[in-house]
């Protein structure tokens, strides 16, 4: 079992890569999770695999600009994505482009895709999407492959695993 003390701990940044290195196009798909301490980083594993990648990704939100940690898979997009991705690339360009989370589900509901799991995760260069069949034609036949960590108790290991389209935001930093 994973001690609840690690709850209070902070994220070893040192283990993170900047997620400028994954960009393509301004924006790349992923799917995982966020994590926001050190409990979290203990319990998250994915099976090697799935070839997980861990980042670190500057967003703006209502505290100003802020880092958030993520572990998961890249995966490539379908034509929906990249018809999306193209848009919300350029709306976290600049703060006059940037979306309300009620325009970027607008946005999405043009496309049929769904936000209502995912409303709380959402921030410029950050959007998340509740389904990821509609943004990716690859499917993950096996979902323990997202839970590996078998050391310790299902309860712990199972979190909340969510895809995104991440934007780059590099432009908003010099902005502030």
């Known amino acids: 079992m994973i001690p609840h003390l690690l709850t209070e701990k902070s994220i070893s940044v040192s283990k993170y890569k900047l997620s400028s290195e994954y960009f393509k196009d301004f924006a790349f798909l992923f799917y995982g999770f966020e994590l926001k301490t050190r409990y979290d980083e203990e319990r998250c594993k994915i099976d090697d695999s799935l070839n997980p990648v861990k980042f670190v990704h500057l967003v703006k939100s209502s505290n100003g600009m802020v880092f958030k940690y993520f ?27 940037a979306l ?35 943004m990716c034609d690859e499917s993950f036949d096996d979902w323990t492959k997202f839970f590996a960590n078998h050391t310790i108790p299902v309860f712990q290991r199972v979190g909340g695993i969510t895809p995104y ?7 908003l930093i010099k902005q502030i």
Do not use: R, W
Not at 165 to 171: E, M, R, S
């Open 71 to 97: 572990y998961g898979v890249l995966l490539k997009g379908n034509n929906t994505y990249k018809e999306i991705a193209k848009k919300l690339a350029y709306a976290s360009h600049k703060d006059q482009y």
């Open 100 to 134: 309300s989370f009620e325009n970027y589900k607008h946005m999405m509901s043009e496309y049929e895709i769904k936000t209502d799991n995912s409303y709380g995760k959402y921030s410029i260069g950050l959007y998340p999407f509740d389904d990821m069949s509609d």
């Open 165 to 171: 389209i991440i934007c780059d935001t590099a432009n």
